[in-house]
């Protein structure tokens, strides 16, 4: 199916309803001096649902997001969203960007131009760049999947997102957490067609298969990782192993996405 031209347009009811919700929070008992050791600090979160409520213009941010170019697609028969900026320069060249969790592709709003129109940002205009920025399955404007394990076939999305939906034989890739491991599949699975790629993290997944004849400084940085994982990565831990528990609460309570996220 041919791509087709998206607008970013929130129903009022809905805006409505948020702040409905946000302004109806049931705030749990406070712990004296419970800062951020035990999760999100109180403090704060009160502070960031009231701004949240009263003082986010979201119409404002929503003219912004619209300013550039949204296209929303069938693909493998799932309805992705993505950005399509063209590049101005001489022979600009294809690139996908990946985002993660919890984030969107506004993680790239700021240099999308920089990527486009290096020439306006003091640089060269033969480095442009055409860049395509999708939504993963089931994150912003992109359909949620059906079935558990999408994201392990993300990168073949991609693929026919770039080569059959757009058109282009070759292009080059970057992502960052759970993009980095798109980006990654997308490298070794499609060589033929990813010129290069740029990640700002190793996938977390190579923590979990160690090679032997480990250094000491690499066996200090395993430890260093799970001791991470103990202390920090609890979030991680449920939402791979009983996401649908969190999900009842995350759908309805705006205070409580907040909080996890946070």
């Known amino acids: 199916m041919t791509a087709r ?26 712990t004296q001096g419970a800062g951020w050791a035990r999760g999100t600090s109180p403090e704060y979160l009160k502070s960031l649902v009231e701004y949240w ?13 619209n300013a550039l170019a949204h296209f929303r697609a069938d693909v493998k028969g799932i309805g992705l969203h993505f950005i399509h ?5 001489p022979d600009p060249l294809p690139l996908i960007l990946t985002h993660g ?7 790239f709003a700021k240099i999308i131009p920089m990527l486009t129109d290096p020439a306006a940002h003091g640089g060269n205009p033969a480095d442009a760049f055409d860049v395509v920025v999708p939504s993963l399955p089931g994150y912003a404007f992109s ?3 059906e079935k558990a394990g999408t ?8 693929m026919a997102l770039m080569t059959d939906q757009l058109g282009y034989r070759r292009f080059g890739a970057h992502g960052g957490d759970w993009g980095s491991i798109v980006t990654e599949h997308l490298a ?20 979990f298969a160690k090679p032997k004849n480990l250094s000491a400084r690499e066996r200090r940085f395993i430890a260093d990782a799970e001791q991470w994982q103990r202390m920090e990565g609890a979030y991680a831990m449920i939402q791979s192993t009983r996401p649908q528990s969190l999900a009842y609460g995350l759908n309805d309570s705006p205070a409580g ?3 996890w996220i946070v």
Not at 101 to 107: E, G, K, T, V
Not at 151 to 158: E, K, Q, T
Not at 200 to 207: C, G, N, Q, R, S
């Open 188 to 207: 070794r699975s499609h060589a033929a067609s990813v010129v290069g790629i740029h990640l700002t993290d190793v996938p977390f997944a190579h923590l």
């Open 151 to 158: 994201l392990f076939r993300i990168a073949d999305l991609w």
């Open 101 to 107: 969790f919890p984030d969107s592709f506004l993680r």
């Open 85 to 89: 900026e063209r590049g101005l320069g």
């Open 257 to 259: 996405l907040a909080a």
């Open 53 to 65: 409520r009263d003082g986010f213009d979201w119409r404002t941010r929503e003219m912004a997001i």
């Open 143 to 145: 359909d949620k999947p």
């Open 5 to 30: 031209s998206f607008t970013v347009d929130i129903a009022e009811q809905a805006l409505d309803d948020l702040r409905q919700r946000l302004a109806r929070t049931r705030w749990p008992p406070p």
